[in-house]
C-alpha cells in the first residue's frame, strides 16, 4: 500500500502542479500569478519536476516573468529583500536544465546578473541564490557559445572572488575555474590575470603550509593555473607563488611517498617546467640538490615504467612518463648551461650518466612499438624526446641508436606523409597524452640528432639506406613553403626556419661525404632547384641571414656536383642564384677605423656582425665552392664582373693594413681570385689595372702573383 500511496501523492503533486501552470497561464494579474508562482517554485526547488514538465513551466512563464522578478526592487509585504530576485533565478536554474534554453540569449545576457550576486556579500538567506546561480553558470558552461560568454562578460573574476573570499559554493567555483581554463586558458590570463593570480596564491599557500592528503589532491589543481603567458615570473606574486610551490614539492619530493603521491607532484613540476624553465627552482645548493633529484627521479619513473614488458602498465601511466620526459628534457638543458649553472660539474656527470640508462629504456620501448601504434601521442613524445638527447650526445648508446635509425626514418615519413597540411602547425611544446588527432611533426625533432649522425660513416650508411634523403628534401621544399607562406616579410626565427638550417647542415654533410648519392639521387636535383629560386627571394630580407649563408653554401657546393645537369646551364633561376651568392660573399667584408693606429683595418660589415659566429664557418665555406665552380660555369666571371665585386675587394685591401687581414681571410680570397683570374681575361685585366700585382705581392698571395704575371 505504500507504493500506491506514494503513487497517488505524486499523482497530487502532478495535477496541483497543472493547476498552476493553468493559473499562471490565465493569470489576471500579477498577485495571481505570483501566488501561482510560489508553488511552482516549491515544487522545482523540491526536485520534483521532470524535463518534460520543465519544459511546459517555461512554455507557461516565459522569459518575461523572471526577468521581472530579477530587476524588481521591492519584496512583498513582510518577505525578505531578495525574494523575487531567489523566484527568479530558481525559474532560471530550472529553464538552464533544458540545454536549448542554457544557451539562449536570454539566458546569455544574465550572465552579469549572476557573477553579481556571487560577489556581493552573503547572508545566511541567500545560499539558495547562489545555489541556483552556480546551476546557470554550469549549464551555460556546457553550451558551445557558453564559455567564450562567460568569459567575455566577467564571469573569471566573479568566480576569483568567489573561491578567494571562501564564500558559500566557492568549491563550485573552483570546478568553473578549471573547466573555463581548460577551454579557453589564453583569454582567461588576457582578461583577469590579477584574479587568478588571486587563486593561485590562495592554493599555492594552501599547498605549502597544510600536510595531509589535501596537498596531493592540490598537486592535481594547480597546474591547471600555472599559465604558459604571461610568465609567473614576470611579476612579484607570480613569483612568490612559484617560491610556494617549488617549497611545496621539495618537501613532498624529499618524502618517502607512495606512486599515488608521487605521480601528480612530478606532472606539476612538469607543468611549472613547461612554464618557467627552470627558473622557478632557486640557485644555490638546496636549488641544484632539488634539480637533480627531480631529473634523477623522473629517469628512475622511465625506466620502471618502459622496462616493464607490461603493455597495460605502460598503458596507465603514459601521462607521468610525458610529464617526465618534460623533467629529463630540462635536465639535458641544465646539464649544456655554461652560463650561471644551477648544477656542478660532479651533479652534471652523474645525470648525463642516469639520464643515458632512462634513454636505454625509451630506446628499448621504441623498439617494441607495433605498426598499428605509431598514432599515439605517447609514441611521438618519446621520439621527440630522444631526438633532443641525440641532439646533444652522440657518442652514447650509439649502437642502439644505430638499430633504432630505420624505425625512426620510417616513423617520421609515415608522420609527414600522413600529416603534410597540418604538420606545419604550431607544436604544443609538451605532447599530451590526450589524443590530439593533430599529425606531428616528428622530423623537426629528429634533425639536429640526424645532422651529427650524417656526419659519421655508419649511421649515414643506415640513413642512405632507409631513404632519409629524399625525405629530408621532400620536408625541406615543405617547410620552405611554410616560411615563405607567411604574410607580410618572412617572420623572425621560428622553429621553420631552424629546421630548414638543420636540414642544411644534414645535406651539406652529404655534399662532403658522399658526393656520388647527390648525383645519382633524383631528389637532389629537386633540392637544387628549390635552392636555386630560394636565395634570391630570401637574401634581401632582414634577419635571416644564418639561413641565407646556409642556402648559399650549400647551392654552391651541389653546383660544382650537378654542374652538367640542365638546371644549372645558364638558367635565369642558375644566374639570379649566383648573383645572390657572390652579393652574401662580397658584402661580409669592409673597412672600419684601426683601433691601435690612424689607418683602417679589415672588418666584419655591420650587417653581418651579429650572426657571425653561425655564418663565419659557411662563408668560408662558400669561397671554397664559389673557386670550385668559376672552371665549371664559363658565365660566371661575367656575374662576378657585373657585381664589382674585383673593385671593390681591391680597393679594400688597398686602403687597410695588412696585418688586421688574418691569413685565413687571405686564403679565401685568394681562392676565388686565382680561379677568376685564370678563367676569364676580363678579370685579370681588371685585377691588374686596380693595382692587383702589388697587393698581392703586399699580402703573400703567391698563386695570384704568379698567375697575373703569366702572359
Known amino acids: 500500500p505504500t507504493s500506491q500511496a506514494m503513487a497517488s501523492d505524486a499523482g497530487d503533486r502532478n495535477s496541483t502542479l497543472k493547476r498552476c501552470l493553468g493559473v499562471l497561464r490565465d493569470a489576471r494579474n500579477d498577485s495571481e500569478q505570483f501566488a501561482a508562482l510560489l508553488l511552482v517554485t516549491k515544487a522545482v526547488r523540491a526536485g520534483e519536476v521532470d524535463a518534460k514538465t520543465r519544459r511546459q513551466i517555461f512554455d507557461a512563464i516565459g522569459f518575461t516573468f523572471p526577468n521581472r522578478l530579477l530587476t524588481s526592487r521591492q519584496p512583498p509585504v513582510g518577505c525578505p529583500e531578495h525574494t523575487f530576485r531567489a523566484l527568479g533565478l530558481t525559474l532560471l536554474a530550472c529553464f538552464c536544465t533544458d540545454p536549448e534554453l542554457a544557451g539562449h540569449s536570454q539566458i546569455l545576457n544574465k550572465i552579469p546578473t549572476f557573477n553579481d550576486i556571487l560577489v556581493s556579500s552573503c547572508n545566511p538567506d541567500s545560499t539558495s541564490m547562489i545555489d541556483d546561480v552556480y546551476q546557470c553558470l554550469s549549464a551555460v558552461m556546457a553550451t558551445s557559445r557558453g564559455p567564450r560568454e562567460l568569459v567575455t562578460k566577467g564571469t573569471v573574476s566573479a568566480l576569483c572572488q568567489a573561491y578567494v573570499n571562501c564564500s558559500y559554493g566557492s568549491d563550485r567555483a573552483l570546478t568553473l575555474l578549471l573547466g573555463l581554463l581548460a577551454i579557453a586558458e589564453a583569454?582567461?590570463?588576457?582578461?583577469?590575470?590579477?584574479?587568478?593570480?588571486?587563486?593561485?596564491?590562495?592554493?599555492?599557500?594552501?599547498?605549502?603550509?597544510?600536510?595531509?592528503?589535501?596537498?596531493?589532491?592540490?598537486?592535481?589543481?594547480?597546474?591547471?593555473?600555472?599559465?604558459?603567458?604571461?610568465?609567473?615570473?614576470?611579476?612579484?606574486?607570480?613569483?612568490?607563488?612559484?617560491?610556494?610551490?617549488?617549497?611545496?614539492?621539495?618537501?613532498?619530493?624529499?618524502?618517502?611517498?607512495?606512486?599515488?603521491q608521487r605521480d601528480p607532484a612530478l606532472k606539476l613540476a612538469a607543468c611549472l617546467v613547461q612554464a618557467c624553465g627552470s627558473e622557478w627552482i632557486p640557485t644555490g645548493n638546496a636549488g641544484s640538490k632539488f634539480l637533480a633529484l627531480l631529473v634523477n627521479l623522473a629517469c628512475v619513473e622511465v625506466r620502471l615504467t618502459l622496462e616493464e614488458p607490461d603493455p597495460l602498465e605502460v598503458e596507465g601511466k603514459k601521462e607521468v612518463v610525458t610529464a617526465c620526459y618534460v623533467l629529463i628534457e630540462m635536465g639535458i638543458q641544465e646539464c649544456l648551461r655554461e652560463e650561471k649553472p644551477l648544477l656542478e660539474e660532479v651533479q652534471k656527470m652523474q645525470l648525463v650518466r642516469i639520464m643515458e640508462e632512462a634513454f636505454g629504456a625509451v630506446i628499448f620501448y621504441l623498439r617494441?612499438?607495433?605498426?598499428?601504434?605509431?598514432?599515439?601521442?605517447?609514441?611521438?613524445?618519446?621520439?621527440?624526446?630522444?631526438?633532443?638527447?641525440?641532439?646533444?650526445?652522440?657518442?652514447?648508446?650509439?649502437?642502439?641508436?644505430?638499430?633504432?635509425?630505420?624505425?625512426?626514418?620510417?616513423?617520421?615519413?609515415?608522420?609527414?606523409?600522413?600529416?603534410?597540411?597540418?604538420?606545419?602547425?604550431?607544436?604544443?611544446?609538451?605532447?599530451?597524452?590526450?589524443?590530439?588527432?593533430?599529425?606531428?611533426?616528428?622530423?623537426?625533432?629528429?634533425?639536429?640528432?640526424?645532422?651529427?649522425?650524417?656526419?659519421?660513416?655508419?649511421?649515414?650508411?643506415?640513413?642512405?639506406?632507409?631513404?632519409?634523403?629524399?625525405?629530408?628534401?621532400?620536408?625541406?621544399?615543405?617547410?620552405?613553403?611554410?616560411?615563405?607562406?607567411?604574410?607580410?616579410?618572412?617572420?623572425?626565427?621560428?622553429?621553420?626556419?631552424?629546421?630548414?638550417?638543420?636540414?642544411?647542415?644534414?645535406?651539406?654533410?652529404?655534399?662532403?661525404?658522399?658526393?656520388?648519392?647527390?648525383?645519382?639521387?633524383?631528389?637532389?636535383?629537386?633540392?637544387?632547384?628549390?635552392?636555386?629560386?630560394s636565395l634570391p627571394l630570401l637574401l634581401p630580407q632582414k634577419d635571416h641571414l644564418v639561413l641565407a649563408a646556409n642556402i648559399?653554401?650549400?647551392?654552391?657546393?651541389?653546383?660544382?656536383?650537378?654542374?652538367?645537369?640542365?638546371?644549372?646551364?645558364?638558367?635565369?633561376?642558375?644566374?639570379?642564384?649566383?648573383?645572390?651568392?657572390?652579393?652574401?660573399?662580397?658584402?661580409?667584408?669592409?673597412?672600419?677605423?684601426?683601433?691601435?693606429?690612424?689607418?683602417?683595418?679589415a672588418a666584419v660589415s655591420p650587417a653581418y656582425a651579429s650572426a657571425w659566429a653561425d655564418v663565419r664557418e659557411l662563408w668560408f665555406l662558400g669561397m671554397q665552392a664559389l673557386a670550385g665552380c668559376v672552371p665549371l660555369f664559363p658565365w660566371l666571371p661575367q656575374a662576378v664582373l657585373q657585381a664589382r665585386w674585383l673593385e671593390g675587394l681591391s680597393e679594400l685591401l688597398a686602403r687597410v693594413a695588412p696585418a688586421s687581414v688574418d691569413f685565413e681571410l687571405i686564403a679565401a680570397f685568394q681562392g676565388v681570385l686565382v680561379e677568376l683570374a685564370r678563367a676569364s681575361k676580363p678579370c685579370r685585366d681588371v685585377i691588374l689595372s686596380h693595382h692587383g700585382g702589388e697587393w698581392a705581392n703586399l699580402y703573400g698571395m703567391a698563386a695570384l702573383e704568379q698567375c697575373l704575371s703569366e702572359q
Not at 401 to 410: G, S
Not at 559 to 571: F, W
Open 368 to 533: 617494441q612499438v607495433k605498426q598499428e601504434e605509431l598514432q599515439d601521442p605517447f609514441i611521438f613524445a618519446s621520439v621527440r624526446i630522444l631526438g633532443a638527447w641525440m641532439a646533444e650526445e652522440t657518442s652514447s648508446l650509439k649502437q642502439e641508436i644505430c638499430e633504432l635509425l630505420p624505425f625512426l626514418v620510417h616513423y617520421a615519413k609515415k608522420l609527414f606523409k600522413e600529416g603534410s597540411p597540418a604538420a606545419s602547425l604550431p607544436q604544443p611544446e609538451l605532447v599530451s597524452t590526450e589524443g590530439s588527432g593533430l599529425p606531428q611533426d616528428a622530423l623537426r625533432f629528429l634533425l639536429p640528432g640526424f645532422c651529427h649522425l650524417t656526419a659519421e660513416d655508419r649511421p649515414r650508411d643506415i640513413l642512405i639506406s632507409e631513404g632519409a634523403p629524399a625525405l629530408l628534401c621532400e620536408y625541406f621544399l615543405h617547410q620552405w613553403e611554410v616560411l615563405t607562406s607567411e604574410p607580410g616579410s618572412l617572420t623572425p626565427l621560428t622553429s621553420t626556419e631552424m629546421s630548414l638550417q638543420t636540414a642544411c647542415g644534414i645535406f651539406l654533410n652529404l655534399v662532403v661525404t658522399a658526393p656520388n648519392l647527390i648525383r645519382r639521387d633524383k631528389t637532389f636535383s629537386s633540392l637544387m632547384d628549390i635552392l636555386l629560386k
Open 552 to 601: 648559399a653554401t650549400l647551392g654552391l657546393m651541389m653546383a660544382r656536383i650537378l654542374a652538367s645537369s640542365a638546371v644549372l646551364q645558364g638558367t635565369q633561376s642558375a644566374q639570379e642564384f649566383f648573383g645572390a651568392a657572390i652579393r652574401f660573399l662580397s658584402q661580409a667584408h669592409t673597412t672600419q677605423a684601426d683601433p691601435g693606429s690612424d689607418g683602417l683595418a
Open 187 to 260: 583569454k582567461c590570463w588576457q582578461r583577469d590575470a590579477p584574479h587568478l593570480l588571486a587563486v593561485l596564491s590562495k592554493l599555492t599557500n594552501d599547498f605549502l603550509k597544510t600536510e595531509d592528503m589535501t596537498k596531493f589532491e592540490l598537486c592535481e589543481v594547480l597546474p591547471h593555473f600555472i599559465p604558459l603567458s604571461p610568465p609567473l615570473t614576470q611579476d612579484s606574486q607570480g613569483c612568490e607563488c612559484l617560491h610556494r610551490l617549488y617549497k611545496g614539492l621539495a618537501n613532498i619530493l624529499g618524502s618517502k611517498l607512495s606512486q599515488s
